[in-house]
């Protein structure tokens, strides 16, 4: 187990308690992820793209364990979007590979930690032996109880709420559905996060690399998320990183469109 909660923090950040430390009580339960800036941290080394992304592969690891070990729920990794494929061929192939390398090297490892795989987006399109890596880790990992670590792969969120309108506009033609019954907690069930409930919706949003864009990620999902953006490129993210990174969604004050009333406030006020 890491020591997160008892170590004193490198950068002293405080929170608005004036602490520099994490608060269990206030943990992001649902963290989405996505991990940018593989390649620009190989062209700055002169490495090959791929070098980026393999060292990328080594950080999931990493940050998937510290994620567990400090009580997050959820941790939702944006691995590869539908707009991946217009990448030169080899480094598609390469990135195909991955889930079969990591697959072999980490789902003991995985296991070990009680992590549970899922999958959301549409696997159907991946080569042969990329679905069969991803089924195995789901497969043997269905029994874990503890942090759920959730890959989207080939995954698009238009193309996810386009799919949530298709099936229930057929369950209103076939009857299933009433067109009156239609409402948010009834459309979010049709979506790929449905499994993940009661924490389907991320609570903190992190892109790596500096870019401030959503890239078609989770639209629904993040209405109320808390977005930090950092310049860290995902192979040199560090458990560290995650830790300031939640400091900083403690540190926002998280109203979800009401108005915050402190402790002690009279509500009816
Ligand atoms: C990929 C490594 C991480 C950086 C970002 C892109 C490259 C792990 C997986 C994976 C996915 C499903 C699964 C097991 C592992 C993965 C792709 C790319 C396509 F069941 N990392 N990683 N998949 N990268």
Known sequence: MYSLF????????KNQFGSDQLQPELMPKHIAIIMDGNGRWAQKRHLPRV???KQGMEVVETITKAASDLGVKVLTLYAFSTENWKRPAGEVNYLMDLPVTFFNRFVPELIKHDVRVNVIGDTSKLPQKTQTAVNNAIEQTKDCQGMVLNFALNYGSRTEIVGAVQTIAQDVATGKVDPAQIDEQLFSSYL?????QPNGDPDLLIRTSGEQRLSNFL??????????FTDVYWPDYQPQNLVDDILAFQQRDRRFGGIQVKEGENKNK
Do not use: F, P, R
């Open 6 to 13: 008892s170590k004193k923090l490198k950068n002293n950040t």
């Open 51 to 53: 070098a980026g992304h």
């Open 219 to 228: 639209l629904w999902q993040i209405a109320y998320s808390e977005l930090v």
């Open 192 to 196: 790929m996060t449905d499994s993940l």
